[in-house]
């Protein structure tokens, strides 16, 4: 199984409203990010997760919080967004130790009203 | 700290026509270089990767790509392009160690015209 799986596609959220995104990969990948994409650019990382710690916060607002429940799992929760904050969160993951190739789950796009 | 430059943040071609996409990059550190597509509303796909060994990388959907050392460049190329081929390309460089982080240029919007 080569594939990264994220849920729900798209998200429609008020700015008081509490939602979480999810990701899960089973190819064995001990290295998980959170990326944010606004169109036409590149996506922007926000979080990395090795071995199940968060091992980089891009200085993202406190308002997105993420998870790794376990070496499949990666949620990220969202409470109290902002307008500007509506993008395609993508989802990757990659073998830690190996040669930085990221594989890409097919993105949340998330809307606040 | 590495830096990725895409040269051509649009480029139009006829179909059935070569196409040449232009990445250079900046490292102080060998790298790994990627080319990803993605298709409209869908997540990244990696096209080919450049790890080590042979400086010419053959990709899936008939795309290649060069590594030049010398011009810190690593262009990537197709023969003959179809309609299929519209796209956002994007380069990307990952450092040898660490987290893995990959840095990525600011995209090739590649149009196909019949």
């Known amino acids: 199984d080569t594939e990264v799986t994220q849920t729900p596609k798209h998200l429609v959220m008020g700015m008081t409203n509490k939602k979480s995104l999810k990701c899960e990969q089973h190819?064995?990948?001990?290295?998980m990010y959170w990326y944010k994409q606004k169109a036409k650019k590149p996506p922007e990382l926000m979080f990395v997760y090795s071995y199940e710690k968060l091992s980089i916060n891009e200085s993202v607002p406190s308002r997105f919080s993420p998870e790794c429940p376990n070496s499949s799992l990666l949620n990220l929760h969202l409470h109290a967004l902002q307008p500007e904050d509506s993008a395609l969160y993508l989802c990757?993951?990659?073998?830690?130790?190996?040669?930085?190739?990221?594989?890409f789950g097919p993105g949340t796009r998330l809307t606040v009203l | 700290a590495q830096s990725v430059t895409q040269l051509d943040s649009q480029v139009p071609v006829f179909e059935e026509a070569p196409v040449e996409l232009r990445c250079n990059y900046s490292?102080?550190?060998?790298?790994?270089l990627f080319w990803y597509v993605q298709y409209p509303n869908q997540g990244l796909q990696l096209l080919l990767k450049?790890?080590?060994?042979?400086?010419l990388v053959k990709g899936i959907n008939g795309f290649e790509a060069e590594f030049n050392k010398s011009q810190t460049s690593f262009h990537l190329r197709k023969p003959s392009v179809h309609i299929s081929d519209t796209a956002e390309y994007f380069c990307a460089v990952s450092d040898l160690g660490g987290a893995q982080k990959l840095v990525f240029g600011q995209g090739t919007r590649l149009t196909i015209n019949p």
């Open positions: 450049y790890l080590s060994g042979s400086t």
């Open positions: 490292s102080s550190v060998s790298v790994y």
């Open positions: 190819m064995g990948h001990r290295a």
């Open positions: 990757a993951s990659s073998q830690s130790g190996g040669f930085g190739e990221q594989f």
